[in-house]
Structures are given as C-alpha cells and as structure tokens.
C-alpha cells in the first residue's frame, strides 16, 4: 500500500477525534447557554 | 433564591482546565507531526498518538463512573449518580472513538477494517455494555431504582477493563501489545515518540476533566429543575 493511500487512514482518525473533542466540548458549552437561556 | 444564580455559565475551574487542554493538545499535535515515521509502518504510527490517548480516556471514565457508583450506593446521595453517568456517556464516546480509530489502523496494517481477535472482541464487549449502561438507565423511570441499577451496572462494567487491556498479553495474537508495558514498565518507542504521545494523552486527558465538569454541571441544573418542578 502506497503512503499516498495510507494517509486517508491517518487523516480520518485525526478527523475523527478532533470532531470528538471539539464538537463534543462545542455541544456542552451549547448546552450550558441554553439552560442558562431557561434559566 | 435563584436556585441557577451562583452557577450559571462556565464556571472557573472548568474555563481553565478546557483552556489547558486546548494548548497542550496545540503542542501534542505539533509533536506528533513532527516526530518521526516508525521503521515498520512508517507515518501510519501517527494514528497511535491520539488512538492510545482515546482509549486511556474511556479506561478512566468507566472507573470513575464505577467510584461515584460506590459513592452513590454508599452516601445515597443523587449528585454522585448523575456525575457517573457523566462519566459513563464521555467514556463510551472515547471507546467508539478507540473502535473507529483501530479500524482507521487495522485496513491499512491487518487488511480487514475488523476481526474478532481478542482484543477487538473485549472492546467490543466493553462498547456493548456501556451501550446497555445506558438502555438500562432510559428503561426505568423511578430515579432512585435507576440509580441503583445503573450504580451496580458501573460497577460491573470495570472488570471488562483489565480484561480488554490484559487481552494482549493473555491471548497473543495480531493485536500489538501495549505501548507502554506497565507490568514490566518498559516501551519500545523512540523517546519523541514517547513525548508525542504523553503529551497527547496528557490533554485528552485535561479534555475529559473538562467534558466531566461541564457535564456535570448541567446533570446538576437538571436535578435542581426537577426538583422545584416538584
């Protein structure tokens, strides 16, 4: 396998956790404001 | 009293671990990029930096969950339940992302994106029965009988962790053993490597912290909205 090819799998993985930890941390802070918003 | 007044926002502490995170993942990225192609798999090793991170985060949630199912069952107090179940759902997110990230890393190194070898098989068990954590938790509706349940579930759920991470070594087969041997207490990494990866784990680490302060947090609002409902 070619390294050109192998670099998808790196990419999704990088991909894959930034969307966790990112999205993740971006959904608790939306979360926060709206029940502050409720509140 | 405004019963949300004194924690309304994001509070300090939580603010400044999130921050902490953010700059040591900065430098751990910087790192992993930087550090140098394995003489086997070449930059295919780079996966390892964020993929030994992730499952060591999901490792240190179920045990969490599992400690403040004690603390519930022992002090009957509804604060600890919410916080393990905090724990509970941040681990099972990091678990699925160690699922995804080893397959990431099996196609290219095993050519099958999954096998049932031991350690995929206990990860996949581990995965299925936080996913049951949590059906379990949604299928009852009286607070105090779910909390017992779900508190006996997180304590169950802990000893599917040295087995998925003792797997390895038990049944040897095409899954790499660990990078770090605690047992033995040796690794076979390049030490910038080593420092790639700690980092790594270091702020997914900081990460989690965060995500369980935050999370927590909120389980707390919600408990106190039910309970002026009331």
Redesign the interface.
Known sequence: ?N?S???I??T???V??YA??FG??AY??W??AE??RE? | MNHTEKTSGLDPAARAVLALALAIFAVGQYLAFKAPPDVQQGYLIRILYVHVGAAWVAYLAFFVAMVYAVLYLWKQEAAYDRISAASAEIGLLFMLLTLFGGMMWARPTWGVFWTWEPRLTTSAILTAFYVGYFLLRHAIEDPEFRAKAAAAAAILGVVNIPINYMSVYWWRSIHQTATFDVINRRTHMDGSMVAAMLVNLLAVTLFYLAFLRIKGALAARAGAREEWDE
């Open positions: 396998m390294s090819s192998l670099g799998y790196v999704a993985v990088y894959a956790t966790v930890l993740y941390a608790l802070l979360r926060l029940v502050d509140d």
